[in-house]
């Protein structure tokens, strides 16, 4: 029953998983241009794309904006959540090794232990970033139930993982758990604030257009 389980997460429900999750993401950018030239199609006319990369270079640098070194110890929380989640993923040894048998790609890994530490790293990070939305009041009240949610769905698939890896708990059901939550955070991406992770750089790009293309400022 759990290989059975195992291999459809890992076979079918996989592909359907990256299709949905390619597919929502083209689809969200293609009705927000659509809006876009629809409500602010005067933006446009000054598309300055030196600006736009300018605008997103500076908020990818930490602690470059004023909002950021007015709060250094959140940045550098937020920092290393936003860009181990993304990195473990990809440079992790066991998921090369996947990749490289299922379609013969392989990117560079990270040893195991760096691994371990990242991922401790990233679960630190991410439960900061929790401790921060109950505590700071004026975060709390723009924070729904969901929003929570969402935050500890994303640390669950490294949990899983770390607890998959090392054998703690029952190894089958970590393993289902850890393909099974990775596969509904990737379906989660497109329809929820969880696509900033694509958006992030449109909206810093239409910032640097508006800002330096049109009024000759500086978005930051």
Not at 16 to 24: A, H, Q, S
Not at 71 to 84: D, M, Y
Request: glycine share 8%; proline share 5%; hydrophobic share 55%.
């Amino acid at each position: 029953m759990m290989n059975t389980l195992y291999l459809f997460l890992t076979g079918p429900a996989l592909w359907c998983t990256f299709l949905f999750f390619i597919g929502g993401i083209f689809f969200r950018l293609i009705m927000l241009f659509k809006i876009s030239r629809e409500k602010d199609r005067i933006l446009y006319n000054h598309v300055h794309w030196l600006w736009g990369i300018k605008s997103i270079l500076h908020w990818l640098t930490p602690w470059a904006s004023d909002a950021m070194r007015r709060q250094p110890i959140f940045t550098a929380g937020a920092f290393i959540f936003h860009i181990l989640l993304i990195g473990l993923p990809l440079f992790l040894n066991s998921h090369n090794i996947l990749w490289d048998e299922s379609w013969g790609i392989s990117l560079p890994s990270i040893s195991d232990p760096w691994a371990d530490i990242l991922t401790i790293g990233f679960i630190g990070s991410g439960f900061f970033l929790f401790i921060r939305r109950l505590y700071r009041k004026e975060v709390r009240i723009l924070t729904s139930k969901w929003d929570y949610a969402l935050l500890w769905m994303t640390m669950l698939p490294f949990l899983t993982g770390l607890f998959a890896y090392h054998q703690w708990g029952p190894y089958p059901i970590m393993m289902i758990l850890h393909v099974l939550s990775g596969e509904i955070l990737l379906v989660l991406i497109p329809i929820s604030k969880l696509n900033h992770m694509v958006l992030f750089f449109f909206t810093r790009a239409f910032i640097g257009f508006e800002m330096g293309g049109r009024r000759g400022a500086r978005s930051w």
